[in-house]
């Protein structure tokens, strides 16, 4: 474990959050499995982080109830019976050292569920997501995850063609007026008050954007 890695684990910790380590990716779905319960209902964002370390098949391994909206022709309905969930996988666009999770999102279905809802929200993050400070975290959203989910999901706005945000010397908040854009919806988990609600797995390999 990197001493960057220890220091943002613990300052996780001390903002009212479990925390997990996984030396390697391969090791998250053992983890998440002991995190849940057979038989619980379950949804996750779109993330490449899930995908890339096997929690995405874990998801839909039969074990739970997957609220799965690939699988859906309502995904309105799916994204509000989330807020029932028992718990609810995501990642990170960024973690900081002082332990803030940083969050943008399009739609808010993503950041409502981590903000209120299912009893139980689970990261997974790898170490090439933290950041020393909150800005660092939103200038990781303008010039890597951001573009990066823009091809993949081959969005109409400038970061995609750029590779990089229009206003990444802006405000945190500037960017463009495409009525794509994905950088709508910013939210700072500073601390919990839920203590544990918020589970953070994180590994040394590198995952998702």
Not at 27 to 55: R, Y
Not at 178 to 202: E, G, L, P, W
Request: glycine share 8%; aromatic share 6%.
């Amino acid at each position: 474990m990197t001493e960057k890695i220890a220091k943002t684990i613990e300052a996780l910790k001390a903002n009212n959050m479990e925390v997990f380590y996984a030396e390697t990716k391969e090791e998250i779905p053992k983890i998440v499995g002991g995190i849940l319960n057979e038989g619980d209902t379950v949804s996750c964002g779109g993330s490449m982080s899930l995908k890339e370390c096997g929690v995405d098949a874990l998801m839909r391994c039969g074990d739970y109830n997957f609220l799965d909206r690939a699988a859906t022709d309502n995904v309105q309905k799916l994204y509000r019976d989330c807020f029932s969930a028992d718990a609810y996988l995501t990642s990170a666009n960024a973690v900081t050292q002082n332990g803030e999770l940083i969050n943008v999102d399009g739609n808010a279905n993503r950041v409502s569920c981590i903000t209120f809802g299912p009893k139980k929200v689970i990261f997974v993050i790898g170490a090439n997501k933290i950041v020393d400070n909150v800005n660092d975290g939103f200038k990781r959203v303008k010039t890597i995850a951001a573009p990066k989910n823009a091809v993949r999901l081959g969005t109409a706005t400038p970061c995609r063609e750029l590779g990089h945000c229009i206003c990444v010397d802006g405000d945190i908040a500037d960017g463009c007026k495409s009525h794509q854009r994905m950088c709508v919806q910013y939210v700072i988990t500073a601390f919990q008050r839920d203590k544990n609600r918020i589970k953070v797995i994180i590994t040394p390999d590198s995952l998702g954007y």
